[in-house]
């Protein structure tokens, strides 16, 4: 498997379908860490997260392989919004999982692009296992990880793309870290073409698997507490493919506190008049957090998406 070669091919099929994400100076960030700072708006992609580019890239490979197929998913909402449209688009029929502990606004969303959606448990790792042994209990049933699949992997790498096509040679990326998908596939295509660039795994305390994991170099489950990170909460696969690529290509781990989380998330809207979810603000709460072993040089931050309830936040404001 040539994670490298699924992002090239995946650049090819989705790049009509999705939108080259902006690449933003921020003023304010790069004044603080006496360098330069950007902020890759996935926030502003289709649907509002990152997760548009793996499940469409997924969805196209499969219908190439010209086989029948009903693919199914599980997801805390990004995933399955990514998911829903790459149905719509591709008319093609398939079923979202969801825990029934979803963020109401997401599962609204989804309901938009008329996926069929089922409910089962309140940890979203635990809805994930389900809707994979339910796959493989029927014939012609897919089940499509947010995570670990080459396909999706791939799909998310194309960022990685636009990073370099924007900035030729950034001295470091942060990327928040839930099952390892995002982080795997940016990794692995700047790894080639800038493999000076630092890439630096984000995660909030409450919730932080893949870090633990790493560290001990060898898989932990661990029981995730509440965090407003929900779109990165919860464990991985054991035999996710993302964890050996997590400790090949990712510098360190930085952990965060739900404070920070929540203050990273008013200062994006005061210094920079945008709204992001909480896994979107892990990485600006690890930059900050960290900010000292990264001044003076060029950072790239990815603000993964901005799916955040309107619940949620008006308790952080």
Known sequence: MNIYDEITAANDRIRSHILHTPLLHSPYLSSLADGKVYLKMESEQYTGS????????????LKEQETKFFPITASTGNHGLGFARALKLLGINGRIYLPETAVQS???????????????GKDPYKTELYAKNLAEEHDNWVYISPYNDPQIIG????????ILEDLETPDIIFATVGGGGLISGIASYVNQHSPETRVIGCQPRNSPEMSVSVKAGTYREIESKPTLSDGSAGGFERDSITFDLCKELVEQFILVSEEEIAESI??????????????????????????????????VIIICGANISYKQLKDIL
Do not use: D, P
Request: aromatic residues 10%; proline residues 0%.
């Open 266 to 299: 008013r200062l994006m809207i005061s210094k920079h008049s945008k709204l992001v979810e909480g896994a979107a603000a892990v990485a600006v709460a690890s930059f900050l957090k960290e900010i000292e072993q990264f001044k003076g040089g060029t950072s």
């Open 50 to 61: 990152f997760k548009a580019r793996g499940s469409l890239n997924k969805l196209i490979w």
């Open 106 to 120: 997401k599962i609204e969303r989804i309901k938009e692009y008329g996926a069929e959606i089922a409910f089962y």
């Open 155 to 162: 799909g998310q790498g194309t960022i990685g793309i636009e």
